[in-house]
């Protein structure tokens, strides 16, 4: 079983930005791959970003590239999703999830999943 558990959401201004934090405790995470995903209100679940724990490959949706950085700390168990130049479209409820499978994550499944963090991106 492993525990995710998302923090670092709020509302910020366009053109800001904020650091959202996946805390993952349980299994040995290093067997992972660790991701974020963001659901919007009236839209389907969509892939952000993903990094696996062991070789650090990175993933990331073409929408975010270039403006979200995604990166882990080992030591704390920790994944981050540092967002810049944030939009009102980024505006959503975004979850860390985990699975062996990276292919999973991007296509928006996950054995498991945080309870979400809201980001809001006002214009």
């Known amino acids: 079983q492993v525990h995710l558990v998302e923090s670092g959401g709020g509302l910020v201004q366009a053109g800001g930005s904020l650091r959202l934090s996946c805390a993952a405790s349980?299994?040995?995470?290093?067997?992972?791959?660790v991701g974020w995903l963001r659901q919007a209100p009236g839209k389907e679940r969509e892939f952000v970003a993903a990094i696996s724990w062991s070789r650090g490959y990175i993933y990331y949706a073409d929408s975010v590239k270039g403006r979200f950085t995604i990166s882990r700390d080992n030591a704390k168990n920790t994944v981050y999703l540092q967002m810049n130049s944030l939009k009102p479209e980024d505006t959503a409820v975004y979850y860390c999830a985990a699975d062996y499978q990276t292919a999973e994550i991007r296509q928006t499944r996950a054995e498991y999943w945080g309870q979400g963090t809201q980001v809001t991106v006002s214009s």
């Open positions: 349980g299994r040995t995470i290093g067997s992972y791959t």
